[in-house]
């Protein structure tokens, strides 16, 4: 995931801290039989992000949880965009996610939940992860798989997947006045390289997911009028980057045929014009995909 450096400098620990503290709490209140509500916020344990939603959004381009939280914002839509001037973002621990709120007159205004993926082996004996007889709320940290062809890995993210078919309204609208995309890359088979295609009317309604990550070194592999033919006709997953093989990957698993990725879907021609116009509607594209696959940089981690 690529963070700005407001995101880069939250501690992100000490939340997911407050978070064990609570399951702790609710658990020996449960096999004591005491009272297992939760107390009232730790106003200590809030943690700011962004003066406000505008300082927020000036980072939606390049960092993913900026993203996920604007969106959020303009799915609620509690408040006026204007109206927001001036409230803080804050992070919160609530039960066993970290809550997304703005601080308003009115108190917090939840925008939406963070959970939080681990890969680190010991998770389990720092965190204690695990729930107990009638609590229905998730873990407090879950496990990713490093592996995102192992069966584990395919489950969790398909299940995000179905999360939002079924329970974000949002995520389903209907895309009638979306102004669409100009290309996309068809994943191919196991007996079929990926390949661009250009999109006309009969591909309008496909079902796509696009790629949110960044770049670091300059990829293996971009679209520019030299390499344009080339993937029209198909290209070997051995000449793409890991990150682009792995999405590719899994992108099949979800049963979904195409993906964009925007190294190899906007021309990188030199004089920019191409990409100048299509990085004005990034908002469009990210939001007019089935789902996003966010994917960290591996000279990054």
């Known amino acids: 995931m690529v963070l700005c450096a407001v995101c880069r400098a939250i501690d992100f620990g000490s939340l997911l801290d407050a978070c064990l503290e609570q399951y702790q709490n609710r658990r020996e209140a449960y096999f004591s039989d005491r009272d297992s509500t939760l107390p009232p916020p730790d106003i200590a344990s809030w943690i700011k992000q962004h003066g406000d939603i505008f300082e927020l959004e000036k980072c939606f381009q390049w960092c993913d949880l900026c993203r996920v939280i604007f969106q959020a914002f303009e799915r609620e839509m509690v408040v006026e965009k204007e109206d927001a001037r001036g409230l803080p973002i804050v992070f919160r621990p609530a039960r066993n996610k970290?809550?997304?709120?703005?601080?308003?007159?009115?108190?917090?205004?939840?925008?939406?939940?963070?959970?939080?993926?681990?890969?680190?082996?010991?998770?389990?004996?720092?965190?204690?992860?695990?729930?107990?007889?009638?609590?229905?709320?998730?873990?407090?940290?879950?496990?990713?798989?490093?592996?995102?062809?192992?069966?584990?890995?395919?489950?969790?993210?398909?299940?995000?997947?179905?999360?939002?078919?079924?329970?974000?309204?949002?995520?389903?609208?209907?895309?009638?006045?979306?102004?669409?995309?100009?290309?996309?890359?068809?994943?191919?088979?196991?007996?079929?390289?990926?390949?661009?295609?250009?999109?006309f009317p009969a591909l309008r309604k496909v079902e796509w997911v696009s790629l949110s990550y960044c770049w670091g070194e300059e990829?293996?592999?971009?679209?520019?009028?030299?390499?344009?033919?080339?993937?029209?006709?198909?290209?070997?997953?051995?000449?793409?980057?890991?990150?682009?093989?792995?999405?590719?990957?899994?992108?099949?698993?979800?049963?979904?045929?195409?993906?964009?990725?925007?190294?190899?879907?906007?021309?990188?021609?030199?004089?920019?014009?191409?990409?100048?116009?299509?990085?004005?509607?990034m908002h469009e594209i990210y939001g007019g995909r089935r789902s996003p696959l966010s994917s960290p940089v591996r000279a990054v981690l």
């Not at 990150?243 to 030199?270: E, H, S």
């Open 98 to 199: 970290i809550e997304v709120c703005y601080k308003s007159e009115e108190g917090l205004i939840n925008l939406c939940r963070l959970d939080a993926y681990m890969e680190d082996d010991d998770a389990i004996a720092c965190y204690g992860i695990n729930t107990f007889p009638e609590d229905v709320s998730p873990p407090i940290l879950k496990k990713l798989d490093k592996d995102p062809g192992s069966k584990k890995f395919l489950d969790i993210t398909s299940g995000f997947l179905r999360s939002c078919q079924e329970n974000h309204g949002s995520c389903n609208r209907s895309l009638e006045s979306w102004n669409p995309l100009k290309r996309l890359i068809n994943v191919g088979t196991q007996t079929r390289s990926p390949f661009l295609v250009d999109i």
């Open 219 to 281: 990829p293996s592999m971009k679209l520019t009028e030299n390499t344009i033919s080339i993937l029209r006709h198909g290209i070997a997953l051995s000449r793409l980057d890991p990150t682009i093989r792995d999405v590719i990957f899994i992108t099949r698993a979800f049963g979904i045929p195409y993906i964009w990725i925007d190294a190899l879907c906007i021309v990188q021609d030199l004089n920019g014009a191409e990409w100048n116009e299509e990085a004005s509607r």
